[in-house]
Structure formats: C-alpha cells, structure tokens
C-alpha cells in the first residue's frame, strides 16, 4: 500500500524521526510532505494528494489540535489524522480522539516498535478500504 503522508512538526529533527520510524515500521511505502507548523500545513493540505496526516500539537502559528478541528470542519474528504505529541495526560487524548475528531494517537518519546502497534488497526482499516474501492471499481468496469 502507498501512502502520501504529511508530517507535520515544529522541529526539523522531530520530523525526520516520525518519517523514519514510519519508514522503518513497513505498514505501508511512504512518500512524504513536511510541514513546520499548523498554517504552513494549511497551505500544503490538498485532500486530493495527502492520504494520512501525522501532526505534532504544539506548534507556532496554529496547534495541531486547531488544524485538525479546521480541518474536520471544511475538509470534503476525512483524511486520517494522526497525532504525534508530548501531550500525554488522558484528557488530552480525550480531546484529540473525541473532541477534535484524530483518527490516532502516539506519545512521544516513541519507538517504531509502538508506533506501528498504534497504527496497525488504523493501517488494516485503509487496507480494507481501498480493497473495497477496488473491486467496486472494477465490478464497475466490467458492467460498463
């Protein structure tokens, strides 16, 4: 499975773990995006290139709990958003999972070891659903 991720961290360095940690779990072949902040993801974000979102919160300009709410709220297209923080208290999860609407939560400091714990039902979910599109679209072709 291919996935356009884009990798969204205040901290160069924090972007260049999160995309080897994806690279190195192997649910998927990655191609990514960066992006330093919440606005600079805002003009990045095309629902139509980006499949999956990893997101820091804390971040100049916009949280990533803000972009996720904005998002939510316009976007046509739920593309999974996953975030990647130190904001590790249950309430904070709550809010990001229930509130704001994250698809997926991973604490740092991380091992590739969890993050791909985290994401493997998120990962069998896309997997199921692309399968699905695919033979609708061929079933479609072939009645066509």
Do not use: H
């Amino acid at each position: 499975m291919k996935i356009r991720a884009l990798v969204v961290d205040d901290s160069g360095m924090m972007r260049k773990m999160v995309m080897r940690a994806l690279a190195e779990s192997r649910l998927a072949q990655f191609a990514f995006t960066e992006a330093a902040d919440g606005a600079d993801t805002l003009a990045k974000f095309n629902p139509d290139q980006i499949d999956m979102a990893f997101v820091d919160w804390n971040m100049p300009n916009m949280s990533g709990i803000d972009f996720v709410k904005k998002l939510r709220a316009t976007s046509p297209r739920r593309v999974p958003v996953i975030l990647v923080t130190s904001e590790s208290t249950m309430a904070k999860i709550e809010e990001a999972l229930d509130q704001a609407g994250a698809d997926g939560y991973v604490c740092k400091p991380f091992t590739t070891d969890v993050l791909k714990q985290k994401l493997t039902p998120l990962f069998e979910k896309l997997a199921a659903a692309q399968a699905k599109k695919g033979f609708f679209s061929k079933l479609v072709a072939s009645i066509g």
